[in-house]
């Protein structure tokens, strides 16, 4: 079993009515990267304030670095918890240059100067120390934030929706600067995001949070292709569901004959993500396509089937499909759900 | 003029949606103990005065001289609300609406009479009426006296008006335009849609404006005692001078008190509803066109209300005191009930920013029940009466406290907590405006919250909390009630001293210290005046 950084075990935490978080359960291996991904107010950054030590659970307990933050008996405040923490509008305090926010944390005689200017390089901005947070762009900002909660020697950082204050062209390179700077800081780093391509991107170990729990923990890959139900199913990326039946690891659907694994025999859902779906272009085929958005690296084309169903289909540029194409529909691989009430959502 | 009123009347905020457990440092609730137990222990003393003497207490409430007292009282207080509100509105109307030329101009001349106490212009009007008046002096002739009601009402009207006028500016320079611009659409006159739409939007910021001249009104005690006016603050003051049994001055506190919370509990009421009315406006308000008639009308108007209500007051100062100084009779300048005033503002203003810095994170980082009652109890006691704070002070004090009464440390204590609302609003309005996650930030960087308090809190909100100590600075240098009743024998400030000489008639002598007390307060008040503006 792998060291684990941070443990949060059962932890309960009401605001008037609302259950923020409702028996919240998590393991974060140390020197990972974990993604707490989940839908706006499932929960995610009142579970960040409680590690952090901002609020207090109701209940349950939080274990950083092997030592109880809080349980039922105990209660480590913020200062003393060793936990850093980047914030969503990066909170540079306005009144301190960039050197001495990253210094605020370091305690005198540790040899500051030579730390700030450690962690200056480590995020870049070396020739920043003497200008004020107002003079930075964004992503400098958050840089600098980042720096700060190095410099206190964190058991772990905790960032709150870190890339959602910069706009869609720069964010994928601070994204990437963000995860070498934690990488190569060797730091356990846990981020919430509702963005679900930046949870898988990012992140070594993907958490995903529905009403204040944790419904499933895996790496980006098994995540997506191995959702544990259709909501999260759906949640993490576009997808179609139709009804089929299981008998003797063979589904059968209104699509066609797919082989599945571990499932007994009884009704189901099947999920069908648009990259599965492989369109050819056949005049005797089963669909017509109604709509084509074309992206230049690839393309997504909707489809009617002959029974009424629409289905979408996620590729390279090509094959070239036009509106009014008849085509033949082929799918790879498919995970098969239970048929249960949650194929709803 | 965006003028400090609004902060001289901070409304405790909403807690129905604040937190119910109580959290925040003990400290933090060490400190707001510490500035509302002075502020609270007086209204407890004059309870029990009023109980251990309850038969003596009792006749004097019932008795028919109290019946005298609350009429004379409940119609002054009635008359100044209606003329100062009548007038503030129409002033503001005609120069946030209409096309009047050199609008900066009256803003400020409008809003001056705000640096001259009430006693001051009670002076004003004594000393320029009358037999031995000013004006009777220089015309020749015996205009007649201006004093006791009538006196009081005119010297009250012109000191609080202004308070109508700047919420209702504010109130019209924040309406929509579009509703009126609808209303004129739909056929409308411009008179029918002032009746229509303007008034009644202008109807929260006037009844708020109205009730807290009403509660001024009622506190006052400076004018109506030069006036000679039988209402409450008079005669509690009377009793507790006159007398060697102080019961029915505390029976008589104590009325004065219910009056005041019926007060406050009305302008509560008014201004809860006031605020879903503000609205940010999108353009700025449109302007009425005036007739050449109406714009002469409306500048001679403004005219007259400038000079009667600050530029005659003024003149007749600076006249007394040039006859005095040439007739050699007592027009120095009173350098000791200066120093008094200066030392006495400045060091209460100091402990209240200093607690306010503090009690402001309480009631906003830590917002609860308990906090919301923080907030309204220093409200209660700042609104309330000076003159009852300061008489259950000394029935404390004198029975409880030994040497520290009628010493300047107790005075200063007093002052510091009766005008602690005035910078815990304005500190208060600074810490919201601070980031809650920059205070976060610095306590998982590993500093406690003291130290986040002094090195991330207070360097960011500073401005805040120095507007906070001006105000209580200028509403110290005006006060005058609490100062008679605690003030050391020794112990002058500029108010006593014109409160007293312009009693004894020494009218050259008060009108010096009054230019000296409204020269002071005018440096704070500028700088209050113009900080919005960068």
Redesign the interface.
């Known amino acids: 079993m792998k060291a684990t950084a941070i443990t949060c075990d059962g932890v309960t935490k009401r605001f008037g009515d609302v259950n923020a978080l409702d028996g919240f359960t998590l393991d974060v291996p140390l020197g990972s990267v974990l993604g707490l991904l989940g839908p706006s107010g499932s929960g995610k950054t009142t579970a960040l304030r409680v590690i952090a030590g901002f609020e207090r659970p109701d209940s349950g307990s939080v274990t950083v670095g092997g030592a109880t933050m809080v349980d039922a008996s105990t209660w480590v405040r913020p200062e003393q918890r060793k936990v850093g923490m980047v914030f969503q509008h990066y909170a540079l305090f306005p009144h301190l240059s960039v050197a001495r926010n990253i210094a605020y944390g370091i305690t005198k005689g540790e040899n500051a100067g030579g730390r700030v200017s450690h962690l200056l390089n480590l995020v870049g901005l070396s020739a920043a120390g003497d200008r004020m947070p107002h003079e930075l762009s964004g992503g400098e900002q958050q840089r600098v934030a980042l720096a700060r909660a190095l410099a206190a020697g964190p058991e772990v950082v905790l960032l709150d929706e870190p890339f959602s204050n910069l706009d869609a062209r720069r964010r994928n390179r601070v994204r990437r600067d963000v995860r070498t700077i934690l990488v190569e800081a060797r730091t356990t780093a846990v981020f919430v995001t509702h963005d679900q391509e930046e949870a898988l991107a990012m992140s070594d170990t993907v958490a995903v949070m529905r009403s204040g729990r944790v419904v499933q923990v895996a790496d980006p890959g098994e995540l997506y292709h191995r959702p544990s139900d259709c909501w999260v199913a759906r949640f993490l990326g576009e997808a179609e569901f139709v009804l089929g039946t299981v008998s003797g690891g063979v589904v059968e659907t209104a699509l066609g004959r797919f082989p599945v694994a571990g499932q007994p025999d009884g009704s189901v859902e099947v999920m069908i993500r648009p990259e599965q779906v492989r369109l050819s272009r056949d005049d005797r085929g089963t669909g017509r396509v109604v709509d084509r958005e074309f992206y230049g690296h690839d393309q997504v084309v909707t489809i009617v089937l002959d029974d009424g169903r629409r289905l979408m289909s996620r590729s390279g540029p090509s094959p070239a499909l036009a509106i009014g194409d008849r085509v033949s529909v082929e799918v790879d691989e498919v995970v098969a759900f239970p048929a249960g009430p949650d194929h709803t959502h | 003029m965006t003028g400090p009123s609004p902060a001289l009347v901070t409304r405790p905020p909403d807690h129905r949606r604040a937190g119910r457990r109580m959290t925040g440092a003990w400290w933090l609730w060490a400190i707001a103990a510490a500035v509302l137990i002075p502020s609270l222990v007086p209204f407890g003393a004059l309870v029990v005065r009023v109980t251990a003497d309850f038969s003596d207490a009792a006749a004097v409430i019932v008795s028919g001289r109290t019946a005298v007292l609350i009429r004379n009282t409940v119609l002054l207080v009635a008359a100044v609300s209606l003329s100062a509100t009548a007038i503030g509105i129409a002033a503001a109307w005609s120069i946030e609406r209409t096309s009047i030329p050199a609008r900066p101009l009256w803003r400020v001349l409008v809003a001056l009479p705000l640096v001259v106490p009430s006693y001051v212009i009670a002076l004003a009007i004594i000393s320029a009426t009358g037999p031995t008046g000013l004006m009777a002096d220089i015309a020749g002739f015996s205009f007649p006296a201006i004093r006791g009601p009538a006196g009081a009402w005119l010297a009250l009207t012109v000191s609080t008006y202004p308070y109508v006028f700047l919420l209702a500016s504010a109130a019209l320079r924040r309406m929509d335009p579009s509703h009126e611009e609808a209303a004129r659409g739909l056929g409308s006159s411009p008179t029918r849609v002032f009746r229509t739409i303007v008034l009644p939007q202008l109807r929260p910021a006037a009844g708020a404006g109205a009730l807290l001249v009403a509660l001024y009104t009622l506190s006052d005690f400076g004018a109506v005692s030069l006036m000679r006016v039988d209402v409450f603050t008079r005669a509690v003051y009377a009793q507790y001078a006159g007398r060697i049994d102080r019961t029915p001055a505390a029976a008589l506190a104590v009325v004065l008190v219910l009056l005041a919370l019926g007060i406050l509990w009305a302008e509560q009421r008014t201004r809860g509803r006031a605020v879903y009315h503000s609205n940010a406006p999108t353009r700025p308000v449109s302007r009425a066109t005036l007739s050449p008639r109406a714009r002469a009308a409306s500048i001679a108007g403004l005219s007259a209300l400038a000079t009667a209500a600050f530029l005659l007051p003024i003149a007749t100062l600076i006249a007394w005191v040039w006859r005095g100084s040439t007739a050699g009779k007592g027009a120095t300048i009173d350098w000791g009930a200066a120093a008094g005033s200066l030392i006495g503002s400045t060091v209460a203003a100091i402990l209240a920013v200093i607690a306010a810095a503090f009690v402001s994170v309480l009631v906003t980082r830590h917002a609860s029940r308990a906090t919301g009652w923080v907030e309204r109890l220093s409200y209660a006691v700042f609104a309330l009466p000076h003159i009852t704070v300061a008489l259950g002070m000394v029935f404390f004090a004198s029975r409880f406290l030994g040497g520290l009464y009628q010493s300047l440390t107790l005075l200063v204590i007093v002052y510091a907590s009766i005008f602690f609302a005035q910078a815990l609003g304005s500190a208060r309005a600074a810490v919201l405006a601070v980031?809650p996650?920059?205070e976060?930030?610095?306590?998982?960087?590993?500093?406690?919250s003291l130290a986040t308090l002094m090195?991330?809190t207070i360097?960011?909100t500073w401005r805040g909390l120095a507007a906070g100590g001006l105000l209580v600075f200028l509403t110290t240098m005006k006060e005058l009630p609490a100062t008679l009743l605690l003030r050391p024998t020794e112990f002058e400030t500029l108010a006593v001293r014109i409160w007293s000489s312009a009693g004894e008639l020494l009218y050259a002598r008060a009108a010096g210290a009054s230019l000296l007390l409204i020269a002071v307060s005018a440096v704070p008040m500028y700088v209050l005046a113009t900080r919005d503006r960068g």
């Open positions: 980031d996650a920059l976060d930030a610095s306590r998982s960087l590993g500093k406690g090195r991330i360097p960011l």
